[in-house]
């Protein structure tokens, strides 16, 4: 008889995930395992076929050959398949199985993991100058150091952590579950391993105080709000002399009295004058490199945007430069005196009462436009 498929034996698709493979072989490992079923013969072999069928399919390199060749990849003593099978007589063997599916709760001893700090963040507002050009600021940032005295061990001077008597060092006790074994963090010393009887005073049995450090954060110019810089190992220490986290800058553009931001480009708005609108001319225009001279052409409308080149922001990924925009509004003069007001309203009269068509075409399309809306009401 051939040999079953091993995604049906644990009752897979071919598309399974590592989880899912996982959590196929831990469910069906725990309802065939000899253990479970003493004397029973049929139980052993379908927790053989499980096993064997685990191996190959969590296994990247021998899935692919079983998926492309079948079970003719392992034949002729191909990666030595026939040494994955064993008798499994006590929990022991079961904790073994199930090291890589449950992590530390099953098994044997283990020392007490090593963990990496936690990551930090710091929320830094910056200017939109200093955003575009890159800067390097200074930050003071909670940390902890080791205790001064009692280099870091938590004991008072001239005393040391003694061992656990619960654990006896390990950290870890192993509490009988039926047929396997627990293995739960140590009530007593919280998987240190160690008691300390007198604590130190200065860091009340920590081995590290609290304190404060002064980091310098080079601002790379282009930075937008919401992007993060990290700091390698600048976060909180880790535990059991495992790495440091990390520390990222949160970057928030303050807001600024001029110029918006779009991406890469910088707007702003330009007021001018009725008459450098209607005759045009030369203003000059503020930009974050000081100021530059714009064109006004004649007969410009308000709200026409204008295009400064390479005046805007460099991208901080690929370096391309932005463009600044300035949206020029038309001003209306106010305070005006006598002369003024004259002067306009001969301006006006010139105009066939603001409504002429050669020169306020908008407004000549506007007003027509509003005829035929109520004309093709009274029809």
Known sequence: MGKKDYYQILGLSKSAEDREIKKAYKRLAMKYHPDRNQGNKNAENTFKEIKEAYEILINEEKRNAYDQYGHAAFENGNHNQNNSYSTFSGSADFGDIFGDVFGDIFGGNRRQRAQKGADLCYNMHISLEEAVKGTIKEIRIPTFKKCQICYGTGAKSGTKPSNCSTCHGRGQIHIRKGFFTVQQSCPTCHEKGTIIKDPCRTCQGQGRTKTHKTLSVKIPPGVDTNDRIRLNNEG????????????????????????????????????????????????????????????????????????????????????????????????????????????????????????????????????????????????
């Open 236 to 379: 909180e220490a880790g535990i059991n002399g495992s790495q440091s986290g990390d520390l990222y800058v949160q970057i928030t553009v303050n807001k600024h009295p001029i110029f918006e931001r779009e991406e890469n480009d910088l707007y702003c708005e330009v007021p001018i004058n009725f008459t450098m609108a209607a005759l045009g001319g030369e203003i000059e225009v503020p930009t974050l490199d000081g100021r530059v001279k714009l064109k006004i052409p004649s007969e410009t409308q308000s709200g026409k945007l204008f295009r400064i080149r390479l005046r805007g922001v460099k991208s901080v990924q690929n370096r391309k430069q932005g463009d600044l925009l300035c949206r020029v509004v038309v001003e209306t003069p106010v305070n005006l005196n006598e002369q003024q007001k004259y002067l306009l309203n001969e301006l006006g009269q010139s105009f066939n009462g603001f409504r002429g068509e050669k020169n306020t075409p908008r407004s000549k399309r506007f007003f027509d436009g509003v005829k035929r809306f109520f004309d093709d009401l009274t029809k």
